[in-house]
């Protein structure tokens, strides 16, 4: 396999990517709701509604699981969260359910990440590897995109696995790295990305599946509709 090309470097294949993600160049001006439900081995469903107006920087997660329903909102720097649609949260009752601020905003940049993708790649801080990968990956051929961050972003190395004939990105994968920054191949997860949900004229993945790299676990699947 070899997908070796003149014009085939790193930033044209996410260049390349982006465009077919979000042809109209939308993500920056992102104003929708998604409503994803997770399924994971053991557990009862979580249904979700997550609120994304990055104009507006506006965010707002609704967890839905068995009789239990949180809310985490910022709306631009302020920070409120309820439990079964009350403000009023006993402290020991908010620690119980992680109903805090650091906890909103862990959520809001997880799901801005990961359904920002691969846009959210062009941020700052995000450092793509110069070096493009020809990869096999459970018997489909990918170009390979690396990418670190700044340490203030994250020291995750992450790997985007985009199809070379349509530019999807179809697969994600993360590693930890040690103290001295080396990646420890034994950590971390792959994730698989089936099927395609179209919002506001971006493409996003419908079906998201986890699993670690150690041992091919299976975590769950966040599913879009």
Not at 133 to 159: C, M, P, Q, R
Not at 182 to 209: F, V
Request: proline fraction near 3%.
């Amino acid at each position: 396999m070899n997908f070796s090309c003149e014009n085939l470097t790193s930033s044209n294949i996410l260049k390349k990517a982006i465009k077919y993600h979000d042809p109209g160049n939308k993500w920056n001006s992102f104003n929708g709701i998604l409503n994803v439900t997770m399924n994971s081995p053991n557990q009862s469903n979580r249904d979700s509604e997550i609120t994304i107006n990055l104009p507006e920087n506006y965010f707002q997660l609704i967890a839905i699981r068995d009789s239990i329903t949180t809310r985490y909102t910022i709306a631009k720097e302020k920070c409120t969260f309820a439990l079964n649609d009350s403000t009023q949260v006993f402290p020991e009752t908010a620690k119980q359910y992680n109903l805090n601020c650091e906890r909103a905003n862990l959520y809001k940049n997880y799901y801005t990440y990961l359904y920002g993708l691969p846009m959210k790649l062009k941020d700052i801080g995000t450092h793509l590897d110069k070096n493009v990968e020809n990869k096999n990956f459970k018997g489909k051929d990918y170009l390979v995109l690396k990418v670190t961050y700044d340490e203030a972003v994250g020291s995750d190395i992450w790997y985007f696995y985009i199809n070379p004939e349509t530019y999807a990105m179809e697969v994600y994968q993360f590693f930890k790295t040690d103290d001295n920054g080396e990646q420890k191949n034994d950590s971390g997860e792959y994730i698989l990305l089936t099927e395609e949900h179209l919002i506001n004229n971006i493409k996003m993945p419908k079906n998201r599946a986890w699993y670690y790299n150690k041992d091919d676990g299976y975590l769950g699947t966040d599913i879009l509709y």
